[in-house]
């Protein structure tokens, strides 16, 4: 990461703080909620990922964060609104498993039956580009905030709490890539069953091979 890349990312986490100090010290009871990336229905990630207008990247993808199910942080916030003792808390929720949004996009090829292609382009021409496609397209493209937000790892506070703290279980990506990217198959493909029940077949099969042999 360059010097001005990490200014940027620094900054960002700066305003961040600022933010909740300033909430903390006009409404003390606040409860903040720091979600990790969220996937679910019409997220931005897995169906970003799955499209094929998500072509350019400006990090080769290394951002690193454990993605959250939307559902769990709805189930989360739900608990909140009825709970008077998370009043005054501070909440990190996030999913089970740490990933670089490359290993993300990895995983949606896999289930999506498709490789989908990611040019590197470098920030400082992708940030004003994005914000001119935007100026003349009606259609949500990318945004010079995510492409800061490419360059930021999420780091989680050890003094936050957690789902664990309002007793419940998140769920992993990786056991909702079919549910959410099915529709993005061909027909060909399909009614094909999930990309981790297709890797266990192919490797019984691997397996019976050499039993034989």
């Known amino acids: 990461m360059s010097f001005e890349e990490s200014r940027g990312a620094l900054l960002n986490d700066i305003l961040k703080a ?8 006009i409404f003390p009871e606040t409860t903040i909620v720091r979600p990790a990336p969220m996937f679910g229905f019409e997220d931005r990630l897995l ?27 709805g189930k989360a916030l739900a608990q909140m609104v009825e ?27 896999r289930e999506i039956i ?8 470098p920030k400082l021409l992708l940030k004003p580009a994005a914000d001119l496609i935007n100026k003349v397209t009606w259609w949500k493209t990318t945004s010079g905030d995510e492409i800061e937000r ?3 790892d999420q780091i989680i506070d050890p003094h936050a709490k957690t789902f664990k703290d309002l007793g419940i279980e998140p769920g992993e990506l990786s056991d909702f890539t079919f549910y959410y990217l099915q529709g993005y198959r061909s027909s060909a493909f399909y009614d094909l069953p999930p990309a981790t029940e ?11 091979v050499i039993d034989d042999q």
Request: charged letters at 30%; glycine letters at 4%.
């Open 18 to 25: 600022r933010g909740e100090e300033v909430v903390r010290s």
């Open 47 to 73: 169906h970003k990922l799955a499209g094929v207008a998500n072509l350019f990247t400006s990090n080769w993808m290394q951002q690193r964060f454990w993605p959250v199910h939307a559902i769990d942080v």
């Open 83 to 109: 709970d008077d003792n998370t009043a005054s808390q501070t909440y990190e929720l996030y999913g089970p498993k740490n990933y670089s949004m490359a290993e993300i996009a990895e995983l949606v090829d």
């Open 114 to 121: 498709k490789k989908r292609r990611h040019l590197n382009i």
């Open 150 to 152: 490419e360059f930021i």
């Open 198 to 208: 297709r890797e266990k077949r192919e490797e019984k099969k691997y397996l019976h």
